[in-house]
């Protein structure tokens, strides 16, 4: 199997497709990306650090709201 194609490598010839032409073939692409998440996130996984927070994320919610509160 030769070298994989990059987008870099496509771009030219999208650009010399016609207006209505590269609508279809965002559609095609928008369409399989849909359905070929999976190997997406198999090429490049999140980071460790992506989702991840040291801070509590219910501590959120809680800031903020002491003005708020009931005086007794």
């Known amino acids: 199997m030769g070298t994989p194609l990059t987008a870099a490598d496509l771009l030219p010839l999208v650009l010399k497709l016609p207006p209505d032409e590269r609508v279809s073939l965002a559609k095609l692409a928008l369409r399989t990306a849909a359905t070929d998440d999976g190997v997406a996130y198999r090429s490049a996984p999140p ?26």
């Open 47 to 72: 980071e460790p650090g992506e989702f991840s927070s040291d801070e509590d994320p219910l501590a959120w919610e809680g800031e903020g709201w002491e003005e708020f509160s009931a005086k007794g």
